[in-house]
């Protein structure tokens, strides 16, 4: 899709049932033995059910009117027999089910999760957090109630309403007959309910994922929110978005009401029916009084299926809205993919070299490089500086596959960038952004990524390699680290990042603005660490304070998005250019 922005699918108001069904399908699958056993389970309590009215019927007709006391004993032996069969194998479907549809939405998230990996950062730099949220949580809890509540207990309700009409047809032929214009009836209704709130229920779901991506925007801008003073528009906001869903919501409750106060109409319209024609039946002689009651019996059970089905409509509708809105984010399909017979790269041994390279972002926007060609050979350290804008952080973006190039090309170890396994490149690539992410946790946990397998050696190594001593006895490795670093300095942050990718031992070093709005105490300390670093690893520096670049092996310097400059700090100082103009701004020579 050239569009990832989920905007654009929720416009689809209308269900696709056959996809949704496909995926619900496709979910349901590995479980299929489960689903079959509480299936069987379900027949075995359905049997049982169907049994009452035989069992009233035989009671009035053999023991009651007959005045047979040992028959009725017998007749109420059998039923509280039949009643205690009925719940021991409605538990064992339920808890069955239960079971069942938590493992397979474990699936289904852990799949969902998977995938949000695998797309490309376009996509999240258009899309809101919350909006994806709704859909791993509130969406996969519709289809949970779906799988636990609604697909069995439907095919039951389907065999139950099928026997009931079997059963009747067989004692009564003609008497059974005058419910089907009622239930042809039912099932116009049922058909009208389902084309005309499917899209209400869309909605729905929909307006439930904005406001998840409302509240998940305003609530980490919550400070700029207080700042500007603008906490009552934030709130007319979210009332606005409150008022849709409480209105969408009104509506699709509307149209669950009406459908089943509709059918509960029928209810007692049947059970006149028959009471009318069997009562006439009874008096006459061509039927007894027993067959009528397990008739009336029968039209209550009858029922019971249908009303669970209105109450199983809404959830089915939500469900397939849910379905659908999954569905429509695993459709979603990343840009930039592996070749189809990718190298593998363990280790890197010569150089990175870019030969050429344009990129633009789309096919309507601006070149943002323009034939762009340098090697890093192993060990070595390139600086690339230029002003705000000028495509310095798209090159790091090339070189870690986070986009992809039009022309030229990228070649590590003389190997097609495009043609190496995306997952070995970014393992032999350490990224330190400007904008830092930690986990909650403890620091020795953000050094190690959460990853419980690297040894705390790799820490006292990296700690030692980058003389940050003093940094991490004020910082120690069980400190708990709050959500996103937030009781963390930006300069804090960045120093262990930066001690992370040498813990994490990756061979390519990117730091991309890494120095950038840190207090000069901080930037003198990060400052060293990375000619620390430049004596181990190979390096590519994106760099806004040129302070931090003299001692590069060379200094590119961007302009409109081509090479304007090159060269080592003392050469570019000396040709009085762009980066002379710069540096001289910078350091208020």
Not at 218 to 226: D, E, P
Not at 387 to 408: H, S
Request: overall charge positive.
């Amino acid at each position: 899709m050239e569009d990832y922005e989920l905007y654009d699918l929720d416009k689809k108001e209308k269900i696709d049932y056959k996809a949704t069904f496909s995926l619900v399908y496709s979910l349901s699958k590995p479980y299929r033995k489960q689903l079959l056993t509480a299936f069987f389970y379900l027949i075995f309590s359905t049997v049982t059910s169907l049994m009452i009215p035989i069992l009233a019927k035989y009671a009035i007709d053999k023991a009651i009117r007959a005045g047979n006391a040992k028959y009725l004993l017998l007749i109420m032996s059998a039923y509280l027999a039949n009643s205690l069969i009925f719940l021991v194998f409605n538990y064992l479907s339920a808890m069955k089910l239960i079971k069942t549809g938590q493992e397979l939405i474990l699936g289904l998230k852990k799949n969902l999760y998977e995938h949000l990996l695998s797309l490309d950062t376009d996509y999240y730099a258009k899309t809101p957090v919350g909006k994806i949220m709704a859909r791993v949580q509130s969406d996969t809890s519709a289809l949970y109630e779906l799988f636990t509540q609604t697909v069995v207990s439907i095919f039951k309700d389907v065999l139950l309403f099928a026997a009931i009409f079997i059963i009747m047809f067989y004692y009564n032929a003609s008497l059974a007959k005058i419910l089907l214009p009622v239930v042809i009836f039912i099932v116009v209704i049922v058909k009208i309910f389902i084309d005309k709130s499917s899209s209400v229920f869309v909605s729905v779901r929909k307006l439930i994922g904005e406001i998840s991506g409302f509240l998940a925007e305003r609530l980490n801008a919550v400070s700029t929110v207080q700042s500007f003073n603008k906490a009552e528009q934030e709130e007319a906001a979210l009332e606005e978005l409150n008022m849709k869903k409480f209105k969408a919501a009104l509506k699709s409750e509307f149209y669950s009401i009406i459908f089943f106060m509709t059918l509960i109409m029928f209810d007692p319209v049947s059970k006149a029916l028959i009471f009318g024609y069997g009562g006439a039946a009874v008096i006459a002689g061509s039927m007894s009084l027993g067959a009528l009651v397990m008739f009336i019996l029968y039209v209550g059970q009858l029922f019971e299926p249908i009303f669970m089905f209105s109450e199983h409509i809404s959830i089915i509708q939500k469900s397939f809205s849910a379905g659908h809105r999954i569905n429509s984010l695993l459709s979603i399909k990343p840009k930039i993919i592996d070749s189809e017979k990718p190298v593998y790269i363990d280790s890197f041994k010569n150089s990175v070299k870019f030969d050429g390279v344009w990129m633009k972002y789309s096919q309507d926007s601006d070149w943002v490089l323009k034939n762009i060609s340098f090697e890093i050979p192993k060990g070595k350290t390139l600086a690339v500086a230029g002003k705000t804008g000028g495509g310095k952080t798209t090159i790091t973006n090339l070189l870690l596959r986070f986009n992809d190039y039009q022309k030229g090309e990228i070649t590590v170890d003389s190997r097609d960038l495009k043609k190496i396994n995306i997952k070995s490149i970014r393992k032999l690539i350490g990224l330190v952004q400007q904008d830092i992410y930690l986990f909650p946790g403890t620091v020795a946990e953000n050094l190690k990524l959460m990853d419980s397998s690297v040894e705390d050696s790799r820490l006292d190594y990296a700690i030692k390699i980058l003389e940050l001593e003093y940094f991490y006895k004020k910082h120690p490795l069980n400190k708990k680290i709050t959500e996103r670093g937030n009781n963390l300095s930006q300069g804090e942050k960045q120093i262990i990042a930066l001690t992370r990718s040498m813990v994490l031992d990756q061979e390519i070093l990117c730091l991309d603005e890494a120095t950038s709005n840190i207090d000069p105490y901080t930037e003198r300390m990060l400052t060293r660490a990375i000619k620390n670093v430049m004596k181990h690893k190979t390096m590519l520096i994106i760099a806004h304070r040129l302070s931090t670049i003299e001692s590069a092996d060379k200094i590119l310097f961007l302009h409109n998005g081509e090479i304007a400059e090159q060269g080592t700090h003392e050469e570019l100082i000396c040709l009085k250019g762009h980066y002379y103009k710069y540096y001289s701004l910078q350091s208020g020579i």
